[in-house]
């Protein structure tokens, strides 16, 4: 699966995922960095098949508004060290990528997954 992980998550989430076998490119190693606009952002990942990975509220929004970025992992889980938020990913990613073969907007929690389904 390939992923585009958001400016306020940890580089090493990329590692991470990578590691597990997947592709995956944070905001610092795009040309405009993390100064890289959620619209830039959002057409760079539907023209790459990524799902965004964002803890960024604004993204949710304009994915269930304008359905762009296409597929969305929301990681909700309020205020966590890096450590402990690399290992809930690390718990979850086999889950992860199941669920985002279901559904297009997933978010991880500390209590597990949510798939929601699209609307209408």
């Known amino acids: 699966m390939k992923f585009l992980v958001d400016a306020q998550l940890p580089a090493k989430l990329c590692q991470l995922l990578q590691a597990a076998g997947h592709d995956a490119v944070h905001t610092s190693d795009l040309p405009d960095g993390n100064r890289t606009t959620d619209e830039a952002l959002a057409r760079l990942a539907d023209g790459e098949d990524r799902v965004v990975v964002t803890k960024d509220r604004d993204f949710r929004d304009s994915h269930l ?12 889980t309020g205020n966590i060290t890096n450590r402990d ?5 690390e718990e979850h990613t086999p889950a992860i990528v199941e669920a985002l073969a279901e559904s297009p907007f997933v978010e991880l929690s500390p209590a597990g997954l949510i798939l929601h389904a699209e609307p209408d």
């Open 85 to 89: 938020l690399l290992s809930l990913v």
């Open 65 to 76: 508004l304008n359905r762009s970025p296409r597929h969305l992992l929301v990681v909700a």
